[in-house]
């Protein structure tokens, strides 16, 4: 689960930046929040991980801390991704390449809200 502080803006990232699925969202407002899912598949009865995205209202922005490192995702094709990823406003913040010490591709590229994100190339 990733606090989004504007759930617009975090849905748009995942869809049109990543291309992941809007799978299902859910209003709270009696206790002053909304979800939002998002992944690659159909939904979670195919098996795919999703994403969980949690606007807490009147919550703009929050302190990412220190436990937290990023979320990994494999894809095809890293190069590619970033390519996309620009084109589509995203914020690439580090290349596709092989990864330290290894020959494993990946790239890495932050959100709307700041969270980083890994792409390893399967």
Do not use: W
Not at 3 to 21: E, H, Q
Not at 101 to 108: E, L, R
């Amino acid at each position: 689960m990733l606090r989004a502080g504007n759930m617009t803006r975090s849905i748009d990232f995942y869809t049109k930046v990543l291309g992941m699925n809007l799978l299902r969202t859910t209003e709270h407002p009696e206790q002053k929040y909304s979800l939002a899912f998002v992944g690659f598949g159909k939904g979670n009865a195919d098996g795919q991980s999703e994403i969980e995205l949690t606007y807490n209202d009147g919550v703009d922005g929050y302190d990412l801390g220190t436990a937290y490192g990023h979320i990994a995702i494999s894809i095809p094709d890293a190069y590619a991704a970033c390519k996309k990823i620009k084109a589509s406003g995203g914020n690439v913040t580090r290349e596709a390449g092989p990864v330290m010490g290894g020959d494993t591709i990946i790239a890495f590229v932050t959100d709307s809200d700041g969270y980083k994100i890994e792409l390893i190339q399967h």
